[in-house]
């Protein structure tokens, strides 16, 4: 960290500096619906909005999809108010039901955790019918019907808005394992067609009176690093985060193609950054949700997008698959970047000479939201190395400042503490009133503001240092930030180790302390005994790991390194030499 200065972020908001003043020059948030939102941006009826495997769907069947969805929404009996069970990929079937949803003035609720607590959700929902991909299983339904209380499903084709010509055979392959021998039928079910039929014949009420405030998405948090918690936003949260940023990845130029593969709705960024964001700000929507995680390198080079919404796990594998040729010319891509976890500076130096090797001009960023800011809080617009933490600066709207954890005592400039946001994008709340008051705290200024849990600092120009989630004191001194201690090893490029992260686990001894597990991917030809003595050289005396464990990858959990896996396997002993 730099020297020490003086001021209150939240005041100064050094980081409006690297935002041309034409960009936000009377700038503000729309007071609209999410449809009006993207209705004002629609270039055109016959322009392509979204390309499904093969076919490309215009405008103007999008409007005519989403007022026949909202019909039949109303026809099967969903009212203003109610919550909507969706359990879809990222299908343009589902950005229909969503926009439909906001027209009746229901919400959209989606999960994608395991069964017993999507069945909860849907319990608590109060719901009647659920709205699902084909490939749901017979005894799912019946288990959503006797625990759940729903009386039936609306059955959607995965592939109803394709080409059948347009998967290629590894999304076949993909599509294919996930249905059962004994997927859902009988008379509790509804096809889509069904659905969209009776929707047709609807000469009922269908709009709602417009309430931009009202709850209009509800998605769970993954469950990575806690209980998973629903999270509400609104037509006025989600537009308040993605008018920030849709000028993001712009051209003026060509129209970009913004490629999402296999990330599912449920998640809060999916939604909000990745599907509605790139639809307002004029982009060609590529569609590829049934993709195989070890196959998005084969989806890039067949669609070749300029925007690719990357996580660490994407990344890795494009890299260590081994079927991107030398010669491969990624300079499609102008924009490049792992947003939902922290990358150490191992990762980024890997990311980074991947790209240039393959011509890809892009500088390889870091992103920082999270599902109770609406998705992204900052963008990389900054002059410093992306390195050490970096994740660039807080979004126009968007005010971050960093506290002393768990109060409303702002701290100054290059001051480890909480990371806390105020802006448009904050969640409504969740769905506990008393989660809630504990995330989201009035301040004694009258501002509300988001607090992370996450443990970072700022910089005088307005940089952004997020190092790790929460505060993990260790017996006998020294707190414990996962991305510092990586960096550290990473800096150190200790020979033998190709990736490394931590783990911190309760210390079983200490009441409220900590201690570190070190995993490690080791090069071909390397024991944990090689690297042992220079590892201890590289870190400081209260950060030596507890032991160092050899693993043949880095393994993922809801597209996150499963940190939380790792610590059930250690508590549970596996690890026990």
């Known amino acids: ?43 055109g009826d016959d322009v392509v909005a979204i390309h499904y495997y093969g076919r490309d769907i215009r405008w103007r069947e999008l409007k005519e999809q989403v007022d026949l969805a909202a019909r039949s929404l109303r026809a099967i009996g969903f009212v203003e108010g109610d919550q909507i069970p969706i359990f ?36 608590k929902s109060g719901a009647k019918m659920i709205i699902a991909h084909d490939f749901l299983s017979h005894e799912e339904l019946n288990r959503y019907r ?58 009922g009420k269908v709009e709602a009176p417009k309430d931009i405030d009202r709850p209009l998405f509800r998605a769970y948090t993954s469950g990575s690093t806690g209980p998973s918690k629903q999270v509400i936003h609104s037509a006025h949260t989600m537009i308040g985060n993605m008018h920030q940023m849709n000028f993001y990845g712009a051209s003026s130029e060509f129209r970009p193609t913004w490629m999402v593969t296999q990330l599912p709705p449920s998640l809060v960024a999916v939604v909000v950054a990745m599907l509605l964001m790139p639809l307002a700000s004029d982009k060609l929507l590529i569609l590829s949700p049934f993709v195989a995680a070890e196959d998005v390198d084969l989806e890039m080079m067949h669609y070749r997008p300029n925007c690719w919404p990357l996580i660490p796990m994407f990344i890795e594998t494009v890299m260590r698959n081994g079927r991107v040729p030398d010669d491969y010319d990624m300079s499609h891509l102008f924009s490049a970047g ?33 599902s109770e800011a609406g998705s992204n809080m900052s963008l990389p617009l900054t002059a410093h190395p992306i390195k050490d933490g970096n994740v660039g600066i807080p979004m126009p709207f968007t005010t971050i400042s960093i506290f002393k954890p768990g109060t409303d005592e702002e701290l100054t400039y290059n001051t480890m503490g909480e990371i806390c946001q105020c802006g448009p994008g904050t969640m409504v709340g969740y769905d506990d009133p008393a989660a809630t008051a504990r995330t989201i705290k009035i301040h004694s200024d009258g501002s509300r503001w988001l607090h992370t849990g996450d443990i970072g600092y700022m910089t005088e120009d307005g940089t952004i240092y997020a190092l790790t989630r929460g505060e993990a004191p260790r017996y006998g001194g020294g707190s414990l930030a996962t991305l510092p201690m990586e960096n550290l090893l ?57 032991d160092i464990i050899a693993l043949p990858e880095r393994p993922f959990f809801h597209f996150k390194t499963n940190r939380i896996g790792l610590t059930r396997d250690i508590e549970a002993g596996k690890f026990n030499k």
């Open 338 to 370: 792992a947003g939902c976890e922290a990358y150490n500076n191992n990762q980024l130096k890997r990311a980074q000479k991947f790209l240039e090797d393959h011509q890809c001009k892009a500088r390889f960023t870091t992103g920082y939201g999270c």
């Open 1 to 43: 960290m730099n020297q020490q200065v003086t001021g209150k972020p939240s005041i100064d908001k050094p980081w409006m500096k690297y935002y041309p003043p034409q960009l936000i020059q009377g700038l503000t948030i729309p007071a609209q619906t999410v449809y009006e939102y993207l209705m004002e941006r629609c270039p």
């Open 490 to 546: 990473a800096d150190a490029e200790v020979e033998g180790i190709d990736d490394e992260f931590f783990v911190i686990v309760p210390d079983p001894e200490h009441h409220r302390c900590f201690v570190p597990y070190l995993f490690v991917v080791l090069n071909k030809g390397y024991t944990v005994d090689d690297i042992r003595e220079k590892v201890k050289e590289s870190l400081e005396a209260y950060m030596q790991p507890v």
């Open 146 to 203: 006797k625990e759940a209380g729903i009386r039936g499903a609306v059955l959607l084709s995965s592939i109803r808005s394709a080409m059948r010509t347009g998967l290629p055979d590894y999304c076949w392959n993909y599509l294919e394992s996930l249905y059962t021998d004994y997927p859902a039928y009988g008379p509790y079910t509804m096809s889509w067609e069904a659905f969209m039929a009776i929707g047709d014949q609807f000469t």
């Open 88 to 123: 879809l990929r990222a299908v343009p079937e589902f950005i229909y039901l969503l926009l439909a949803a906001e027209k009746i003035g229901a919400s959209v609720l989606c999960r994608d955790n395991t069964l017993e607590e999507n069945i909860e959700a849907v319990k």
